[in-house]
């Protein structure tokens, strides 16, 4: 084996590519994302940076030291949450896995932890649909179930955003059957105006907004 080969293998195991979605399973991460964002990457398969890295390390590592809590309170560290959907014929899976779900006082509380100095839109979206399904799975109530993003930035500081963003079954449900038919059929998806907008590294070619405009 060169070294040449070696590097494609690790270039392969580095790209960012969403084959699962035309396969039926559908992350939360995905669920939330422009579709056309989704097409973008998994079309030109981008290679994870040195700070999706950076972030996965931190978890990691927060996580090997709540471990031990869980085994004296009711704590779940990243359970994986299953949503089935039905969609012309196709049986569906949308997967979730939340940082912490902790239940406690008679409330849920699902909590993501985010090592990034700025929260941009789509946390609020992923968290809302981890409360959903996390509800269904542990059997709370809607006004039980309670969603924060723990936002702990480069220097240290922890801030804590509470989520009062709601999601309802349909939403899921339409949502999924979007992103499975656009990338069944190899169809490229229209772009999602909104304020994530100005968070996308494509939003200069895309067709919502010129980058011009978009730095006004």
Not at 49 to 77: E, V, W
Not at 92 to 102: E, K, L
Not at 148 to 166: A, C, L, S
């Amino acid at each position: 084996m060169h070294v040449e080969d070696i590097v494609e293998i690790i270039k392969k195991h580095l790209h960012i590519n969403h084959e699962n979605i035309k396969w039926g399973i559908i992350g939360v991460t995905e669920l939330i994302k422009c579709p056309l964002r989704l097409w973008f990457e998994d079309k030109e398969q981008p290679i994870m940076t040195r700070q999706m890295y950076y972030g996965d390390l931190c978890h990691k590592a927060l996580f090997t030291r709540l471990h031990p809590f869980t085994l004296s309170h009711i704590m779940y560290i990243e359970p994986e949450l299953v949503y089935p959907v039905w969609c012309n014929g196709k049986n569906i899976h949308v997967i979730g896995r939340p940082d912490i779900v902790a239940i406690g006082n008679g409330k849920l509380k699902v909590i993501e932890v985010k090592f990034a100095n700025v929260i941009v839109p789509e946390y609020f979206k992923q968290v809302a649909v981890y409360k959903l399904l996390a509800r269904n799975k542990y059997w709370f109530k809607k006004e039980d179930t309670e969603g924060y993003i723990m936002q702990i930035t480069d220097d240290g500081e922890i801030r804590i955003h509470k989520v009062e963003e709601e999601v309802d079954e349909e939403w899921i449900w339409y949502r999924a059957c979007q992103l499975y038919e656009y990338f069944e059929k190899n169809e490229q998806p229209p772009p999602e105006k909104g304020d994530h907008c100005k968070y996308c590294p494509y939003r200069g070619r895309c067709t919502s907004k010129t980058l011009d405009e978009w730095e006004k």
